[in-house]
Nanobody, 125 residues
Framework: QVQLVESGGGLVQAGGSLRLSCAASGRTFSSRAMGWFRQAPGKEREFVAAITWNGGSTYYSDSVKGRFTISRDNAENTGYLQMNSLKPEDTAVYYC??????????????????WGQGTQVTVSS
């Protein structure tokens, strides 16, 4: 069983930065790929970024590439999403998720079996 808790969301002006954290319980975090997804009002949940279980590879959606950075600290059971140059269209609830152990990092939400409760990010223009 894995529990994920996101934090770090808030209100920021366009061009600003935020750093989201995803704290995981349990002893299997280090064996699970992690992804970040977001959902804006009236829209479907969309992929943002993913990182392999060992942190060796990262993946980004085209909309955030070059602005967001995903990382993880397996010793601390925590994942991160550094968001720079934020835009109003980045406004959404952000969720972190874990795959089953040793599964590939992926962009489809169906590949993740544990999800956090989400944290709101609001970017004002």
């Amino acid at each position: 069983q894995v529990q994920l808790v996101e934090s770090g969301g808030g209100l920021v002006q366009a061009g600003g930065s935020l750093r989201l954290s995803c704290a995981a319980s349990g002893r299997t975090f280090s064996s699970r790929a992690m992804g970040w997804f977001r959902q804006a009002p009236g829209k479907e949940r969309e992929f943002v970024a993913a990182i392999t279980w060992n942190g060796g590879s990262t993946y980004y959606s085209d909309s955030v590439k070059g602005r967001f950075t995903i990382s993880r600290d397996n010793a601390e059971n925590t994942g991160y999403l550094q968001m720079n140059s934020l835009k109003p269209e980045d406004t959404a609830v952000y969720y972190c998720a874990n795959t089953p152990p040793y599964h590939s990092a992926r962009s489809d939400a169906g590949g993740y079996d544990y999800w956090g409760q989400g944290t709101q990010v609001t970017v004002s223009s």
